[in-house]
């Protein structure tokens, strides 16, 4: 099973919005709203930001926020913060895995 | 509150076996579904399986199929995870991680095994 695909990295200034990416197939992101996204800063845990592709958990900034369209998740961060540099992970479920990571995004707060 | 205590860092070579330990507290055992995931050095996330810590029933990523078997102890909150014929590719964080209904909602602090000879 082939990793999610995820931009290397993107970057952004304080209180601009950016938007993450993670395409799939009509096999994972496509067939099923299991997407999920994490947050890990260096050395850290992964955090669980966005489950069923727009939910947050309790505690998650509403600056957060998930979308999909078609085999293409998404990860909208408004308002950036310093705190928000970090690498981001998208997760799926997929019928040939059954689940499986996306490559991880670096996320530069200029 | 929920807490995912792993193992201590392991070192080990080539062709040996390791096996992290999970233990879980906070939350009734049983309830949620395990998974583990590793990281190498500056890599992204890697499934590697999940576990049913009811009746021990558990799926593995294909890539790690024969070499991977993933436990639980009841009696002590406790999965484990071991991994067979390490290799230095197999040097990586591993994580485990609670199931949230298809998501990770809490996750161990990571056990770093190092495979070198």
């Known amino acids: 099973q082939s990793a999610l695909t995820q931009p290397a990295s993107v970057s952004g200034s304080p209180g601009q919005s950016i938007t993450i990416s993670c395409t799939g197939t009509?096999?994972?992101?496509?067939?099923?709203?299991?997407v999920s996204w994490y947050q890990q800063h260096p050395g850290k845990a992964p955090k669980l930001m966005i489950y069923?592709?727009?939910d947050r958990p309790s505690g998650v900034s509403n600056r957060f926020s998930g979308s999909k369209s078609g085999n293409t998740a998404s990860l909208t961060i408004s308002g950036l913060q310093p705190e928000d540099e970090a690498s981001y992970h998208c997760f799926s479920y997929t019928s040939a895995g059954p689940w499986v990571f996306g490559g991880g995004t670096k996320l530069t707060v200029l | 509150q929920v807490l995912l205590v792993q193992s201590g860092a392991e070192m080990k070579k080539p062709g040996a076996s390791v096996k992290v330990s999970c233990k879980a507290s906070?939350?009734?055992?049983?309830?949620?579904?395990i998974y583990w995931v590793r990281q190498a050095p500056g890599q992204g996330l890697e499934w590697m399986g999940i576990i049913n810590p009811t009746d021990g029933r558990t799926t593995y990523a294909q890539k790690f199929q024969d070499r991977v078997t993933m436990t639980r102890d009841t009696s002590s909150s406790t999965v484990s995870m071991e991994l067979r014929s390490l290799r230095s590719e197999d040097t990586a964080i591993y994580y485990c991680a609670r199931d949230f209904g298809a998501a990770l909602d809490y996750w161990g602090q990571g056990t770093l095994v190092t495979v070198s000879s």
């Open positions: 906070g939350y009734r055992f049983t309830t949620y579904y």
């Open positions: 009509s096999s994972d992101i496509g067939a099923y709203n299991l």
């Open positions: 069923d592709v727009a």
